[in-house]
């Protein structure tokens, strides 16, 4: 009797250990939130600022980078959870069009981004229409950032063909890349012309200007948008109030990206800090 009794207990007690430990292994897989993003400054900044607030709510989170189209199609798909950077609603307007009815907006973190062609002040000419007459100085040339960028579709099919620039090198690299090349040319004293967006650190390093869009073929003012897969704020429903409640201005942004890409600051130290360092802010968008 006692045999029996003492295997009987045995065997409850195994199968709440192992209930238990399902469930332990459950609550963590639910418990981590899985970001991609594109290696835009911007988008940079703010995936680390969003990893470092919800690893203090205590969600582990996965960063990714990936290319634009990516981003848009593994958060639609479920295989991400959510990412901070979508230009809406004329930049990722064909992403959005595909995928809108497989994800959710969350909130809106930036809403006075633009896109445009960006020159050193140096340059003589102060609107695109006037680009045409300046091929030689420019190298008949348009350096840009990753080919599946919204703002490269947008330059290539629109900002190029409206201008007379169809003869014109856009050139796909990436925005680190790009910076490289910007870098060199300003310090040749040389024309050059990158695809650009606001907000970004190198309107704090250099002094540039964005060239006017009389056609407005960039769209006009957009709003950085926060996506999450469809289901996100069921299931994470702190981190969906904490999304819909974040918003950063140009000057606190750019502070995260001129961390990074002029101290050289690691991410991840860039976003913690700033997070550190503004306390009473990221108050305002947590409960």
Same mark, same amino acid.
């Given at each position: ?34 970001i991609p993003y594109v290696q835009w400054a911007c ?11 919800? /690893? ?91 080919? $599946? ?14 201008? $007379? ?24 004293? /040389?024309?050059?012309?990158?695809? $650009? ?14 060239? /006017? ?10 709003e950085i948008v926060i996506i999450g897969r469809d ?9 969906? /109030? ?21 101290? $050289? ?23």
């Open positions: 009797m006692f045999k029996k009794i003492g295997y009987s207990m045995v065997a409850v007690l195994a199968t709440v250990i192992l209930s238990a430990g399902m469930l332990v292994g459950c609550d963590a897989g639910e418990k981590t939130i899985k988008a940079e900044a703010e995936s680390h600022i969003a990893q470092y607030i919800l /690893e203090e709510m205590g969600y582990e989170v996965e960063l990714t980078t990936v290319q634009a189209g990516v981003m848009w199609s593994s958060v639609a798909t479920g295989d991400q959870d959510v990412f901070t950077t979508a230009w809406l609603p004329y930049t990722h307007a064909s992403y959005w069009e595909e995928y809108m009815d497989d994800v959710e907006k969350l909130g809106v973190v930036f809403d006075q981004a633009v896109l445009a062609l960006v020159v050193p002040s140096y340059v003589t000419i102060d609107s695109i229409a006037e680009m045409k007459d300046y091929k030689d100085e420019f190298k008949g040339r348009i350096v840009g950032i990753d080919a $599946g960028a919204g703002i490269m579709e947008a330059t290539k099919n629109s900002t190029m063909p409206t201008y $007379g620039l169809d003869d014109w090198e856009l050139v796909a690299s990436s925005d680190p890349a790009m910076i490289a090349e910007l870098e060199r040319s300003i310090d040749r004293n /040389e024309w050059i012309a990158v695809t $650009g967006w606001a907000p970004h650190w190198k309107f704090f390093a250099y002094d540039l200007k964005m060239l /006017e869009d009389p056609e407005l073929t960039y769209g006009g003012q957009e289901g996100f704020t069921e299931d994470f429903p702190d981190a969906a /109030e904490f999304f819909s409640k974040w918003t950063i201005t140009a000057d606190q942004l750019g502070e995260v990206m001129y961390m990074i890409n002029v101290d $050289g600051m690691d991410p991840a130290e860039a976003a913690s800090t700033w997070v550190e360092d503004n306390r009473d802010i990221v108050n305002t968008w947590l409960s």
